[in-house]
T-cell receptor, first 114, second 110 residues
Framework: DAGVIQSPRHEVTEMGQEVTLRCKPI?????LFWYRQTMMRGLELLIY????????DSGMPEDRFSAKMPNASFSTLKIQPSEPRDSAVYFC????????????FGPGTRLTVT | SQELEQSPQSLIVQEGKNLTINCTSS?????LYWYKQKYGEGLIFLMM?????EEKSHEKITAKLDEKKQQSSLHITASQPSHAGIYLC??????????FGTGTSLTVIP
């Protein structure tokens, strides 16, 4: 198995632009998580899905952030419009049904908003 | 997150020395996970603890769960440069929520 796949690995964009991050979870995993990691705040859970349905999006910072999971093998995290404070590493992780199972992390997308 | 506190925040040890990292939860634990992260990379799962008193080992890394104290400790015996990285604990807590700890940065000096 290729593991969790994220793209792009690096993204540099100007403030105000739309940014879309992509994730392909491990086949057979029912749960998918989006995290953001910064030096100041550490690793923060933004949103997670079970069976393609968003379960908890309380970690999504603002309306500028949105996430979708149209099918079991693909998810996107969109930021529109992007701001410099959104600069961070965004990780996607997947697991068997949420709870009591380890999560497998993708390599992350390093986002820089200038 | 404040729900999970790790200590110490950073650790520098000489190769061959033993070390311990602690993780304390402010909420009731249902499961405790340890991950390792190398700079610029994703997290790698190390082990999961679910029952009070449970202890697991992987190579020279041992983790224990004290359910009553809502704490877990990660112990590395005879540390090596390959152990360097950031260690994070994660927990399933009451309310079906999941949090990560603040992380402990480990440097091992050859």
């Amino acid at each position: 198995d290729a593991g969790v796949i994220q793209s792009p690995r690096h993204e540099v964009t100007e403030m105000g632009q739309e940014v879309t991050l992509r994730c392909k979870p491990i086949s057979g995993h029912n749960s998918l998580f989006w995290y953001r990691q910064t030096m100041m705040r550490g690793l923060e859970l933004l949103i997670y899905f079970n069976n393609n349905v968003p379960i908890d999006d309380s970690g999504m910072p603002e309306d500028r952030f949105s996430a979708k999971m149209p099918n079991a093998s693909f998810s996107t995290l969109k930021i529109q419009p992007s701001e410099p404070r959104d600069s961070a590493v965004y990780f996607c992780a997947s697991s068997l049904p949420q709870g009591r199972n380890e999560q497998y992390f993708g390599p992350g997308t390093r986002l820089t908003v200038t | 997150s404040q729900e999970l506190e790790q200590s110490p925040q950073s650790l520098i040890v000489q190769e061959g020395k033993n070390l311990t990292i602690n993780c304390t939860s402010s909420k009731t634990l249902y499961g405790l996970y340890w991950y390792k992260q190398k700079y610029g990379e994703g997290l790698i799962f190390l082990m999961m603890l679910q029952k009070g008193g449970e202890e697991k080992s992987h190579e020279k890394i041992t983790a224990k769960l004290d359910e009553k104290k809502q704490q877990s400790s990660l112990h590395i015996t005879a540390s090596q440069p390959s152990h360097a990285g950031i260690y994070l604990c994660g927990a399933d807590v009451i309310g079906n929520q999941f949090y990560f700890g603040t992380g402990t940065s480990l440097t091992v000096i050859p």
